[in-house]
């Protein structure tokens, strides 16, 4: 199992940034996938965004030229720069590995935008 810690969220009025993190408990460059979801109330939890373990990165189409998924591998950390926020992007923010087959996910950070 990969312990997967979130951080970094906060309350934020619309138009500023927030820069979350995701400390995981093993090197993460053995990790194939690890990605940002978030779910807001009453919603479905959705894709944020991806980066592959060559590099790769995918967007929702929602926060693409807003935010930016990065990974330290030698900090074991994967980063989700969000800039330009908006009130809808309101939820809680969920860090998650896949790997082997498995994914694990973390406790979740809170991110409000206020307009």
């Known amino acids: 199992q990969v312990l997967l810690v979130e951080s970094g969220g906060g309350l934020v009025q619309a138009g500023g940034s927030l820069r979350l993190s995701c400390a995981a408990s093993?090197?993460?460059?053995?990790?194939?996938?690890m990605g940002w979801y978030r779910q807001a109330p009453g919603e479905q939890r959705e894709l944020v965004a991806q980066?592959?373990?060559?590099?790769?990165?995918n967007y929702a189409d929602s926060v693409k030229g807003r935010f930016t998924i990065s990974r330290d591998n030698a900090k074991n950390t994967v980063y989700l720069q969000m800039n330009r926020l908006k009130p809808e992007d309101t939820a809680v923010y969920y860090c998650?590995?896949?790997?082997?087959?498995?994914?694990?996910w973390g406790q979740g950070t809170q991110v409000t935008v206020s307009s």
């Open positions: 980066v592959q373990r060559d590099g790769t990165t």
């Open positions: 093993r090197v993460i460059f053995t990790l194939n996938i």
């Open positions: 998650n590995a896949v790997y082997l087959g498995k994914t694990d």
